[in-house]
């Protein structure tokens, strides 16, 4: 079993950037498949990011070319660069993890193991 904490959360105006960082304790920090998910007030939960025990790393569409996620397996730290935010990337924000399946990870969105989430908020 894996334990996820988050932070980096906070308040920024358009066009800002935060980076988040996950500390995760419990097992072998490399050989999870790991991502970060988000959750908007009234919305569905969106897999925003993922990375692979490889460090092969995919972004959802509305992130690409703004959003990075990228880990230090020394640190057992996952990391999620965020550039250019704007309003609608608000949300709460989720790291999670999740062993990988036949050798390929499942998608983020049905990781098994969250954090506690941090928040982010981008105002105009």
């Known amino acids: 079993q894996v334990q996820l904490v988050e932070s980096g959360g906070g308040s920024v105006q358009s066009g800002g950037s935060l980076r988040l960082s996950c500390v995760a304790s419990?097992?072998?920090?490399?050989?999870?498949?790991l991502g970060w998910l988000r959750q908007a007030p009234g919305k569905e939960r969106e897999g925003v990011a993922g990375i692979d025990i490889n460090g092969m790393t995919q972004v959802t569409d509305s992130v690409k070319g703004r959003f990075t996620i990228s880990k230090d397996d020394a640190k057992n730290t996952l990391y999620l660069q965020m550039n250019n935010l704007n309003p609608e990337d608000t949300a709460m924000y989720y790291c999670a993890a999740d062993p990988p399946y036949g050798g390929s990870c499942p998608p983020v969105g049905d990781f098994g193991y969250w954090g506690q989430g941090t928040q982010v908020t981008v105002s105009t």
């Open positions: 419990g097992h072998a920090f490399g050989v999870y498949c």
